[in-house]
T-cell receptor, first 116, second 114 residues
Framework: GAVVSQHPSRVICKSGTSVKIECRSL??????MFWYRQFPKQSLMLMAT?????????EQGVEKDKFLINHASLTLSTLTVTSAHPEDSSFYIC????????????FGSGTRLTVV | AQSVTQPDIHITVSEGASLELRCNYS??????LFWYVQSPGQGLQLLLK??????LVQGIKGFEAEFKRSQSSFNLRKPSVHWSDAAEYFC????????????FGKGTTLSVSS
């Protein structure tokens, strides 16, 4: 239980275009979704926290106009990388906190974004 | 400041040997502690977690971790490493409530030699 499905797993886009990454909670309601970015051989850096129905809270240094996060329902959160540039190439992972008896976190399988 | 420190960037262990990956944390509230494993290009898999109670927790794949509050540590151990354990390991800390993001350490790369 508590599965988050993340799509696409890989995407290649041209500079200047936008890319949308989706994360869906399949068997639970994700009130809060977290978006992380991971550079090669590095740790996961929190980009933003999104709560269903409200604006996302971005971490310091993360451009909110470039990384648009929408959490319109309890089962879907999206991250749109707008006007992508090569420096946006990275591995993006979503995560949801699971507020059940066995509290924990569940992660999507990640999206490898390459901007050419 | 809240942080997680994994002092070892890269560790190489012989297959069949024991393993210990270190993790120290700094957290203002009661910490919930996690260990995750990540294979190249993949997402994160939870190995184990500690919320409260017995400070020695058992996880999947034969891993265990011990919470030591006095040392602010949550080290991961395995008595006998298998070649398939080669991966990136992340320690993470979170708050005792849903809706709070995890803070991750920089990770430790485990290589297993034959």
């Amino acid at each position: 239980g508590a599965v988050v499905s993340q799509h696409p797993s890989r995407v290649i886009c041209k500079s200047g275009t936008s890319v949308k990454i989706e994360c869906r909670s399949l068997d639970f309601q994700a009130t809060t979704m977290f978006w992380y970015r991971q550079f090669p051989k590095q740790s996961l850096m929190l980009m933003a926290t999104s709560n269903e129905g409200s604006k996302a809270t971005y971490e310091q240094g993360v451009e909110k106009d470039k990384f648009l996060i929408n959490h319109a329902s309890l089962t879907l959160s999206t991250l749109t990388v707008t006007s992508a540039h090569p420096e946006d190439s990275s591995f993006y992972i979503c995560s949801a906190s699971v507020d059940r008896g066995d509290y924990g976190y569940t992660f999507g399988s990640g999206t490898r974004l390459t901007v050419v | 400041a809240q942080s997680v420190t994994q002092p070892d960037i890269h560790i190489t262990v012989s297959e069949g040997a024991s393993l210990e990956l270190r993790c120290n944390y700094s957290y203002g509230a009661t910490p919930y502690l996690f260990w995750y494993v990540q294979s190249p290009g993949q997402g994160l898999q939870l190995l184990l977690k500690y919320f409260s109670g017995d400070t020695l927790v058992q996880g999947i794949k034969g891993f265990e971790a011990e919470f030591k509050r006095s040392q602010s540590s949550f080290n991961l151990r395995k008595p006998s490493v298998h070649w398939s354990d080669a991966a990136e390991y992340f320690c993470a800390v979170g708050a005792a409530q849903a809706g709070t993001a995890l803070i991750f350490g920089k990770g430790t790369t485990l290589s297993v030699s034959s």
